[in-house]
């Protein structure tokens, strides 16, 4: 599309020389000769925001995707120029603009070229649509890679590749087919040990081109709309993708049940197969908090009904699960069957909140109950509407989450499985066609939803999933990947997804375990389970075509294994609850690829396997059939193996051994890694005291735990705990200290120390620089697990070398 044969060809236009200029507060305005318009924003040192219009004029500034809470402000601006330039300092970043193009160069404070136009901007006109193409070119620097781009099926590393963002309903999906669900137009360039981030914030079809067409260029357009886009300086991948999701929005902290382990099928139904498969998980105790209804609960798939003939009475069977510890979920789509007996759809058409084609009729297309409607979620009121009809199922029955589905949106029997372009929006008072709305109409849907079941849900937190999503979808809830299949190149893909996801602002994903369409075996199943106890959001999912998939489908080693690392979960639930804690209010990622977690390290630049798992577990999936281990690459540092405890350095590729009843999980040296004992649903048990795995490092290391009432919101009232534990690690002593935040009071008071790697055998013990008799901390033979009050400030272990 931007070859320079193509350029000529499809009439291409350029900004040309500079003819005015000026400043208001943060805001520079540069206009062309010929009519060409830049707003540059400067939103924070590290954040400039970019705006082109034509014909002397921008469009209205509004977007779903950024946040209203988004952090502003900067600490340096200067605005200066040369004979050539326009030069925008801040206390990060130095910006020049030429004044013949209004083509730029951006650089880090030192002068190291961070980013640079090749072509810039430049658009053609539209006659056939209306409106402009908008496109951007820069150029590639030496050996930059790039990342982000949401749920795209493909290598973590997106240099080669070329992607859209249009989602689509893509039933069992390929590697490397795009698009599919989602559409999040931010991606994350690294070069020269620096990062950087652009988001283009432009709701039309976009295109992304990572040096495909021309290997040393890399350009990204849209069908219509405004070239706006948000340039995001690192240098960490850290501070990158911490500042999109601030500029996007922080995800809400989940309930801690909704970190549990998740059991879902199309469909469960009756009500006796719904109870027997519940009743099932507390006989073999395996740990389950969520258990899901698909479409066949409803009457003829009509939302917001119950299929009375399968659940007669639906309070009583959601109360009696959630006497057991199940919460149970239920799925919404946004097709309203056309039924002049069917509430929902009577007040529709009475109030006008469906979706109309550009002459006037209803946009009509067959979904699961045949023909529908579709409400106008980019309208206010239409929202309000969606809300308050949750008040049923969520205020007087109980229901506790509800999955959004089918909401591309998806239309059946039609060639492009969607809305012709020519169905109209109301876009929030900006009315538009479909080929603006698309991209967000799943994220309005599922915004609706997280209203809805926040207003009747209260004081609890809401949970709220969602197929398809646009920037800033993570303000409203969870996500998973799609109509997956049960191989093991989706379990690949799965878990390149994930980590896409946590790279893309949208950290709460996960995949159908197990694969939705066809049946895993065994070792599939088993190695999927393994995988996905460490995604943030862990649901086995499947179509009911084509057989059973839940943990005791298969054998009693099967069912043995899946039980072990689901109750492997439910014991780290507090490391994950404090890294859903660390998204929420840093939009720190809770899976890591590991560029990520070391990007000065080129090797890790083409990783796609191995992740971090909050901040301190290593873990790598096992991919492929008859394995009885694997090489995986360890970044550099120490590492302890999860499973035996034996230390090791890495920076290197080295073979380990995984059975199918094992996984390759390490630990980083230093750690302090929180435990709960084994439940079977998130608050079965009084914690009585929190065991901490403290691993041994010659050195310091910074560990954190967070903990409040696992629900509701008394936490943003000051009422949680957040504790910073400080290791020091020497030769012959070992020091803990721990700093408190938060008024919550844990309802254990003892934490039980369990050390691992100490190279010492201990011969005193400091608490608050009181010596303390070992036979009071109650050590087991072991003599390296012994119980402390919570509250101490400093631990010192000392060795008799130490004296």
């Given at each position: 599309m931007i070859t320079n044969t193509e350029l000529r060809e499809l009439g291409n236009q350029f900004p040309n020389e500079v003819i005015s200029f000026k400043q208001n507060v943060d805001k520079l305005y540069f206009k062309t000769k010929n009519n060409v318009v830049l707003e540059l924003s400067v939103l924070r040192d590290s954040v400039l925001r970019f705006r082109y219009g034509t014909r002397g004029q921008l469009e209205d500034d509004f977007s779903y995707a950024i946040s209203d809470k988004n952090i502003k402000g900067y600490n340096k601006l200067e605005v200066s120029e040369d004979v050539d330039n326009?030069?925008?300092?801040?206390?990060?970043?130095?910006?020049?603009?030429?004044?013949?193009?209004?083509?730029?160069?951006?650089?880090?404070?030192?002068?190291?070229?961070?980013?640079?136009?090749?072509?810039?901007?430049?658009?053609?006109?539209?006659?056939?649509?209306?409106?402009?193409?908008?496109?951007?070119?820069?150029?590639?620097?030496?050996?930059?890679?790039?990342?982000?781009?949401?749920?795209?099926?493909?290598?973590?590393?997106?240099?080669?590749?070329?992607?859209?963002?249009?989602?689509?309903?893509?039933?069992?999906?390929?590697?490397?087919?795009?698009?599919?669900?989602?559409?999040?137009?931010f991606y994350i360039g690294l070069h020269h040990q620096q990062a950087y981030g652009v988001f283009f914030d432009n709701s039309f079809r976009t295109f992304f081109d990572f040096c495909h067409e021309r290997h040393n260029i890399t350009s990204f357009w849209a069908q219509g709309g405004e070239m706006n886009y948000y340039f995001i300086y690192g240098p960490k991948m850290e501070n990158v993708v911490s500042n999109y999701t601030n500029l996007t929005g922080q995800a809400e902290l989940p309930p801690l049940w909704a970190l549990g382990y998740h059991q879902?099928?199309?469909?469960?139904?009756?009500?006796?197969?719904?109870?027997?498969?519940?009743?099932?998980?507390?006989?073999?105790?395996?740990?389950?908090?969520?258990?899901?209804?698909?479409?066949?609960?409803?009457?003829?798939?009509?939302?917001?009904?119950?299929?009375?003939?399968?659940?007669?009475?639906?309070?009583?069977?959601?109360?009696?699960?959630?006497?057991?510890?199940?919460?149970?979920?239920?799925?919404?789509?946004?097709?309203?069957?056309?039924?002049?007996?069917?509430?929902?759809?009577?007040?529709?058409?009475?109030?006008?909140?469906?979706?109309?084609?550009?002459?006037?009729?209803?946009?009509?297309?067959?979904v699961w109950p045949g023909e529908c409607c579709f409400p106008d979620f980019t309208k206010p009121e239409v929202r309000d509407w969606w809300a308050d009809l949750y008040k049923e199922l969520i205020g007087d029955i109980g229901v506790k989450g509800v999955w959004n589905d089918m909401n591309e949106p998806a239309v059946m029997e039609v060639p492009n499985k969607t809305f012709p372009d020519d169905v109209r929006h109301d876009y929030d008072g900006h009315p538009c066609s479909h080929r603006k709305a698309h991209n967000v109409y799943g994220t309005q849907m599922a915004r609706a939803?997280?209203?809805?079941?926040?207003?009747?849900?209260?004081?609890?937190?809401?949970?709220?999933?969602?197929?398809?999503?646009?920037?800033?979808?993570?303000?409203?809830?969870?996500?998973?990947?799609?109509?997956?299949?049960?191989?093991?190149?989706?379990?690949?893909?799965?878990?390149?997804?994930?980590q896409r996801m946590n790279l893309s602002g949208m950290a709460f994903t996960g995949s159908d375990i197990g694969g939705f369409a066809e049946q895993p075996n065994s070792e599939l199943f088993v190695r999927w389970i393994q995988l996905g106890v460490f995604h943030p959001f862990c649901r086995t999912h499947s179509s009911g075509h084509h057989g059973d998939q839940e943990p005791w489908t298969f054998d009693d080693e099967v069912t043995d294994i899946t039980r072990k690392f689901i109750e492997l979960r439910y014991t780290l639930l507090p490391y994950l609850y404090t890294a859903f804690y660390q998204y929420s209010t840093e939009g720190l990622p809770i899976v890591k690829p590991l560029v990520y977690f070391d990007q000065n390290d080129p090797q890790t630049h083409f990783r796609t396997d191995e992740f971090i798992f909050g901040n301190k577990i290593l873990v790598c999936?096992?991919?492929?059939?008859?394995?009885?281990?694997?090489?995986?690459?360890?970044?550099?540092?120490?590492?302890?193996?999860?499973?035996?405890?034996?230390?090791?350095?890495?920076?290197?590729?080295?073979?380990?051994?995984?059975?199918?009843?094992?996984?390759?999980?390490?630990?980083?040296?230093?750690?302090?890694?929180?435990?709960?004992?084994?439940?079977?649903?998130?608050?079965?048990?009084?914690?009585?005291?929190?065991?901490?795995?403290?691993?041994?490092?010659?050195?310091?290391?910074?560990?954190?735990?967070?903990?409040?009432?696992?629900?509701?919101?008394?936490?943003?009232?000051?009422?949680?705990s957040y504790r910073n534990f400080k290791l020091t690690g020497k030769k012959d002593d070992f020091i803990i200290t721990q700093h408190k935040l938060g008024k919550y009071n844990t309802e254990y008071d003892y934490f039980k120390i369990n050390l691992i790697g100490l190279p010492f055998d201990i011969f005193e013990i400091e608490i608050d620089n009181v010596k303390v008799s070992l036979d009071e901390l109650e050590f087991d033979d072991t003599k390296t697990n012994f119980k402390i009050t919570k509250d101490f400030s400093e631990i010192h272990i000392k060795s008799n070398n130490d004296r």
């Open positions: 326009y030069i925008i300092t801040t206390s990060k970043l130095v910006c020049k603009i030429e004044k013949k193009s209004l083509q730029k160069k951006i650089y880090d404070i030192k002068g190291q070229l961070i980013n640079e136009d090749e072509l810039g901007f430049h658009y053609e006109e539209f006659y056939d649509r209306g409106g402009n193409v908008v496109k951007m070119s820069k150029w590639t620097q030496e050996k930059e890679a790039f990342y982000g781009m949401g749920d795209k099926p493909m290598h973590s590393n997106l240099r080669g590749k070329r992607v859209q963002n249009w989602p689509t309903d893509e039933y069992a999906f390929a590697k490397d087919k795009d698009p599919i669900y989602k559409a999040v137009p879902c099928k199309w469909s469960y139904y009756p009500e006796s197969r719904f109870r027997e498969v519940a009743k099932k998980f507390r006989e073999l105790k395996i740990p389950c908090d969520g258990i899901y209804l698909d479409i066949d609960y409803m009457e003829g798939f009509r939302c917001f009904t119950w299929n009375k003939e399968y659940f007669p009475d639906p309070k009583k069977m959601v109360k009696e699960l959630a006497d057991d510890g199940f919460k149970t979920i239920v799925i919404i789509d946004p097709g309203i069957k056309i039924d002049d007996e069917y509430e929902i759809y009577k007040q529709g058409i009475e109030k006008d909140y469906f979706c109309k084609r550009a002459d006037g009729p209803h946009m009509i297309g067959k939803t997280y209203e809805g079941v926040k207003k009747y849900g209260y004081p609890k937190r809401p949970f709220v999933i969602t197929r398809s999503a646009y920037s800033g979808a993570q303000r409203y809830g969870t996500s998973w990947t799609g109509d997956n299949v049960a191989t093991w190149e989706h379990l690949w893909i799965a878990n390149v997804q994930v999936p096992i991919l492929e059939p008859n394995s009885k281990g694997r090489r995986m690459y360890f970044p550099r540092g120490e590492w302890y193996n999860f499973w035996d405890n034996t230390c090791f350095s890495g920076g290197k590729e080295m073979w380990v051994d995984a059975d199918m009843d094992s996984l390759p999980v390490y630990v980083k040296a230093g750690a302090i890694i929180p435990r709960y004992p084994v439940q079977q649903y998130v608050g079965e048990l009084e914690i009585t005291e929190l065991k901490l795995d403290v691993y041994f490092k010659h050195g310091e290391e910074i560990s954190h735990v967070y903990e409040d009432a696992q629900d509701g919101y008394d936490y943003q009232k000051g009422r949680y």
